[in-house]
């Protein structure tokens, strides 16, 4: 690497490659640059070490999707994880190849460095998404979210949204079918030669929503899901690839907070807004069911524990985390129980808290500032 880096300097042959040739440098080695300016902490764990440990704490709930994706199918063991491998792997390479070619086109024209924050942005994607997404919409999702959602802000660390639910924002609001109802769980493929087809119906949540809603009506007495808990609890229930496993998602909880990586004041705070909502409408007679369904069924989790707690979108002070984190928990069962057509609000509710944090954080600065100015009075 050092005896080509002349060539993909300024005045080398390749200079006008400086950008990629960088990008390459630092992800094979640790950056030997310091900062010039400004606040800065010395420490070799730099962007894109970060997140790899990211990536690496979505690696449980990675290696349960695959093996679920073909245990619906009716495959086991082994034949079962390699059926969901391979379905999953060319949504993974559309997903990077396309937000990377974005990613180095931008740093490029700007004689910037590669962002590093689509590291873990091209796992995220396809783990949203259900596995019968078509890669052309998988493609598309992701270069929008890309270019509207990072590049048009300036790039990693700049953007205001989360740049992966952004993507599933842009497919479920453009290609509704492709992204809720039953047919989107249908799988029917041929691997090793043998048909394997199945049909999972809907997912929990709209079965959840759909019998309170028969309950309220009293057509039926009991709301329920269609699954045990136990069941919702370890995954094994239709959904997005990632979603499905709480078991699996906390364990990648467990590694972010561990590694000091993710805050667990707004991945806690998430839990308890959307468990005390849960509870307000169970007491009201809104819901029929446990409130804390909520918390093992749909995206709740996974937003919870890879998305809220983006250190870029979400709030910066410490009491802004916990009321960033108790609100997007709250509005997400908002949205679940008071609109019947979108059973799943976890995806509309982190977005809208990533618009609200900046004005959260704010405000708590403001208060603090108000009540230092009075201790000085006081102090006067």
Known sequence: MDKIKPTFSKGGKLGFLESTFDAFETFLFVPNTTTVKGAHIRDCND???????????????????????????????????????????????????????????FAQVRGHEVNEGFLVTGLLIPMIFPVSTPLWMVGLSTAFAVIFGKEVFGGTGMNVFNPALLARAFA?????????????????WTMMGAQVDGITGATALERLASSNADVLAGKIDVASMGYSPLDAFLGMIPGSFGETSTLAILIGGAILLFTGIASWRTMVSVF?????????????????????????????????????????????????????????????????????????????????????????????????????????????
């Open 172 to 188: 479920f609001f453009a290609y509704t079918p492709s992204m809720s109802g039953e047919a989107v769980w249908y799988s029917n």
């Open 272 to 380: 308890v807004g959307g468990l005390a909502m849960g509870y307000l409408f169970q007491a009201l007679g809104v819901t029929t069911y446990p409130a804390w369904w909520h918390l093992i069924v749909g995206g709740f989790a996974f937003g919870a524990v890879f998305m809220a707690t983006d250190p870029v979108t979400s709030a910066q002070t410490n009491k802004g985390k916990y009321i960033v984190g108790l609100m997007t928990g709250a509005l997400a069962v908002l949205i679940r129980v008071v609109n019947p057509a979108y059973p799943e609000g976890m995806m509309l509710s982190i977005l809208f808290m990533n618009a609200l944090a900046p004005l959260v954080d704010y405000f708590v600065v403001e208060a603090n500032i108000s009540r230092r100015k009075k201790r000085v009075k006081l102090a006067k």
């Open 47 to 105: 962007m894109k070490r970060t997140m790899i440990m990211v990536v690496l704490a979505l690696m449980p709930a990675f290696l349960f999707g695959c093996w679920w994706t073909g245990a619906q199918v009716g495959l086991e063991g082994f034949r079962a994880f390699f059926y969901g491998l391979v379905r999953v792997l060319p949504m993974v390479c559309v997903s990077y190849i396309v937000g990377l070619a974005i990613e180095f086109y």
